[in-house]
């Protein structure tokens, strides 16, 4: 719950900095060229930030729990 209330405040300050540069810009990326607002490309940024940083913790998470084909069955001794 902690973690879901740091993200909305961390997207609200993005939000609340986006709206206060809201002059459009040009964006040259590779051989594409568009014009956009600042508000939009940063807030873009942002989420596009966001979500790839939560793949990439997830896939750390993933591949360091073990799995149940890893685990040993519990040996008994009689």
Do not use: C, D, Y
């Not at 990326?29 to 939560?54: K, N, R, T, Y």
């Not at 997830?58 to 069955?73: D, H, T």
């Amino acid at each position: 719950m902690a973690t879901i209330v740091l993200l909305l405040i961390i997207l609200l300050g993005v939000a609340v900095f986006s709206v206060q540069n809201a002059v459009p810009v040009t964006i040259h990326f590779l051989f594409w060229q568009f014009e956009g607002s600042l508000a939009i490309v940063i807030f873009l940024s942002a989420v596009g930030g966001m979500i790839a940083g939560a793949l990439v913790a997830s896939f750390i998470r993933f591949r360091s729990s073990p799995g149940k084909e890893s685990e040993k069955p519990p040996t008994v001794i009689q």
